[in-house]
Nanobody, 124 residues
Framework: QVQLVESGGGLVQAGGSLRLSCAAS????????MGWFRQAPGKEREFVAG????????YYADSVKGRFTISRDNTKNTMYLQMNSLKPGDTAVYYC?????????????????WGQGTQVTVSS
């Protein structure tokens, strides 16, 4: 059974940084693309960043481009999201997800397994 476990969320002041991790098990991690999504209260879940199976291709939502960096370490079955210059608008529950595709996608429907989420709160 595939399991994804996020960690690294917390409370940070605007302008600060956090690094999220997503530990995966139950699937050949290196064979599949992965992504980060977030959901703020009262809003739909939205794509944040995606990474291809080898990590050679990445893609970001416009709202985080230049501030967030997605990466993966296939030897550790772990994906990361480095978040810098955080803004109050980044406050949300952040989810990692894995897709059966090797290429990344921005669409929720193309990811088949999800973590439980980790809360990120950015204070002004």
């Amino acid at each position: 059974q595939v399991q994804l476990v996020e960690s690294g969320g917390g409370l940070v002041q605007a302008g600060g940084s956090l690094r999220l991790s997503c530990a995966a098990s139950g699937r050949t991690f290196s064979s599949y693309s992965m992504g980060w999504f977030r959901q703020a209260p009262g809003k739909e879940r939205e794509f944040v960043a995606g990474i291809s199976w080898r990590g050679s291709n990445t893609y970001y939502a416009d709202s985080v481009k230049g501030r967030f960096t997605i990466s993966r370490d296939n030897t550790k079955n772990t994906m990361y999201l480095q978040m810098n210059s955080l803004k109050p608008g980044d406050t949300a529950v952040y989810y990692c997800a894995t897709s059966p595709r090797t290429t990344m996608s921005v669409w929720n429907s193309e990811y088949d397994y999800w973590g439980q989420g980790t809360q990120v709160t950015v204070s002004s």
